[in-house]
T-cell receptor, first 110, second 117 residues
């Protein structure tokens, strides 16, 4: 099935560093969402974006909905050890069906 | 309940066996989604319900997969004659329409890990 192009696939960073990941698609989406998934758990929503060009922050997280509606990025500032996990972008239709990226595995060294 | 609940958490099935996976959505959530997540991949859409109506089943990989939500609440995903390639985590998510009629964010359950041996 279709999946979004998410990069990078993995990141190894030092605690305190900033992180940036992005997602692109050949299709237009109504919404862009970013999820975090810990082992053995379901994805947990971090940020939801509803309008092209929208820039939204949630604590140390900042995400933007691309103006073309085909891309999005997520930034994490001042990373901490509990940021470790797999981050997924997802593009959403009007009724909520999600198409996910392949995920970015984030490792934070203390 | 407070969140989306799925059962069982783990299921081991012999190849050819039928399985049934259950999802209890958040109370009052109209929309319910099933996703399949293979190891190391992002979740992939299987099917969508609005109340008891199955409005999109375009992601079901074969006619061995069947989902139902007869009373618009609990949903069951059934897989007949399981094959090894069916091994994956099956995730359920629910959401509710916001004031503008657009669905709010989907909340996911912990998933059922199915292993077919």
């Amino acid at each position: 099935g279709q999946q979004l192009n998410q990069s990078p696939q993995s990141m190894f960073i030092q605690e305190g560093e900033d992180v940036s990941m992005n997602c692109t698609s050949s299709s237009i989406f109504n919404t862009w969402l970013w999820y975090k998934q810990d082992p053995g758990e379901g994805p947990v929503l971090l940020i939801a974006l509803y309008k092209a060009g929208e820039l939204t922050s949630n604590g140390r997280l900042t995400a933007q909905f691309g103006i073309t509606r085909k891309d999005s990025f997520l930034n994490i500032s001042a990373s901490i050890p509990s940021d470790v996990g797999i981050y997924f972008c997802a593009g959403g239709t009007s009724y909520g069906k999600l198409t996910f990226g392949q995920g970015t595995i984030l490792t934070v060294h203390p | 309940g407070a969140g989306v609940s799925q059962s069982p958490r783990y299921k081991v099935a012999k190849r050819g066996q039928d399985v049934a996976l259950r999802c209890d959505p958040i109370s009052g959530h109209v929309s319910l989604f099933w996703y399949q997540q293979a190891l190391g991949q992002g979740p992939e859409f299987l099917t969508y319900f609005q109340n008891e109506a199955q409005l999109d089943k375009s992601g079901l990989p074969s006619d061995r997969f069947f989902a139902e939500r007869p009373e618009g609440s609990v949903s069951t995903l059934k897989i007949q004659r399981t094959q090894q390639e069916d091994s994956a985590v099956y995730l359920c998510a629910s959401s509710a329409p916001g004031l503008d009629g657009r669905n709010t964010e989907a909340f996911f359950g912990q998933g059922t890990r199915l292993t077919v041996v």
